[in-house]
């Protein structure tokens, strides 16, 4: 039996549908964020793969899917190797994280539009001080290590390495 890989409407809907009850740190829906972070990647010219991955990039890291469904799971090749790739394990240097992305084709697009929306000046102002000024250094280092450049607005950077497909 052959194996259709979902949809991308088929990935989204599962994606809100695991985040469900979730909130983001300000307490709004979760799949708000999901949400900005596959715009993001389609804004930067990402492909099919990497919208998928964008909607279930933090899906194993909450918990709210395992990476064993995500290898049994129809999806296009490609997908499961960028969602474990952005997946923050516990205890990981910063430095190991950023080189496991860079080391998945397609990862480090998914990861930029990931951190653009963390970073959002009008998604951070909504947390209290201590949180707003912690993320926006977590922010940075993780910027600086991947070598995404932070003079370049970041929905003007394209992913040379992932042209659009």
Same mark, same amino acid.
């Given at each position: 039996?052959v194996?259709? *890989? /979902?949809?991308l409407a088929e990935?989204e809907?599962?994606a809100?549908?695991?985040?469900a009850g979730?909130?983001?740190k &300000? @307490?709004?829906?979760? &799949?708000? $964020?999901?949400?900005?972070?596959?715009?993001?990647?389609?804004?930067?010219?990402?492909?099919e793969?990497q919208i998928a991955?964008?909607w279930?990039h933090?899906?194993v890291e909450d918990?709210?899917l395992?990476?064993?469904?995500?290898?049994?799971?129809a999806? /296009?090749? @490609?997908v499961?190797?960028?969602v474990?790739a952005?997946t923050?394990r516990?205890?990981e240097? *910063?430095a190991?994280?950023a080189?496991?992305i860079?080391?998945?084709?397609g990862a /480090?697009?998914v990861?930029?539009a990931?951190?653009?929306?963390n970073?959002?000046p009008?998604? /951070?102002?909504?947390?209290?001080?201590a949180?707003?000024?912690?993320l926006?250094?977590k922010?940075?280092?993780m910027?600086?290590?991947?070598?995404?450049?932070?003079d370049?607005? *970041? $929905?003007?950077?394209?992913?040379?390495?992932n042209?659009?497909g």
């Open positions: 039996m194996n259709i *890989p /979902l949809a990935v809907a599962l809100r549908r695991a985040h979730q909130t983001d &300000a @307490g709004r829906p979760y &799949a708000g $964020h999901l949400a900005a972070v596959a715009a993001g990647v389609r804004e930067r010219g990402g492909s793969v991955a964008a279930l933090d899906s918990g709210v395992s990476a064993e469904w995500l290898a049994r799971a999806l /296009l090749p @490609g499961e190797e960028m474990l952005v923050k516990p205890g240097k *910063p190991d994280y080189a496991r860079l080391a998945v084709p /480090l697009l990861k930029e990931d951190l653009a929306h970073a959002d009008a998604r /951070l102002a909504a947390l209290d001080p949180t707003r000024t912690r926006t250094a922010y940075a280092l910027r600086a290590l991947l070598g995404l450049r932070t370049v607005p *970041p $929905h003007d950077r394209k992913d040379p390495a042209p659009p």
